[in-house]
């Protein structure tokens, strides 16, 4: 389970199809999604080539996932990448 109440840094999100939601230094990574605006986000994870639609979020919504790319499509505003420690 992911600790969000941890985070160790946060980092405001600028949507890319080719720039990571990489981690402020070394070491740390994107564990969690602060969505402050309404709409969706469209994300492409580490694990795979396929990009996921998160729709209809709330504004407020904290979404424990860790993509590699919140993509060009995702009408969601005012997002911020909550990092933590990496210990893959």
């Given at each position: 389970?992911?600790?969000?109440?941890?985070?160790?840094?946060?980092?405001?999100?600028?949507?890319?199809?080719?720039?990571?939601?990489?981690?402020?230094?070394?070491?740390?990574?994107?564990?969690?999604?602060?969505?402050?605006?309404?709409?969706?986000?469209?994300?492409?994870?580490?694990?795979?080539?396929?990009?996921?639609?998160?729709?209809?979020?709330?504004?407020?919504?904290?979404?424990?996932?860790?993509?590699?790319?919140?993509?060009?499509?995702?009408?969601?505003?005012?997002?911020?990448?909550?990092?933590?420690?990496d210990r893959i």
């Amino acid at each position: 389970m992911i600790d969000i109440a941890t985070a160790s840094d946060a980092r405001v999100i600028a949507k890319s199809d080719t720039v990571p939601v990489a981690g402020p230094v070394a070491g740390l990574r994107c564990n969690a999604i602060y969505v402050g605006g309404t709409g969706h986000i469209t994300a492409k994870f580490r694990a795979g080539e396929a990009t996921v639609l998160f729709s209809a979020i709330p504004v407020g919504t904290i979404l424990p996932i860790g993509p590699e790319f919140i993509m060009d499509a995702t009408t969601a505003t005012l997002m911020v990448a909550l990092y933590s420690v990496d210990r893959i």
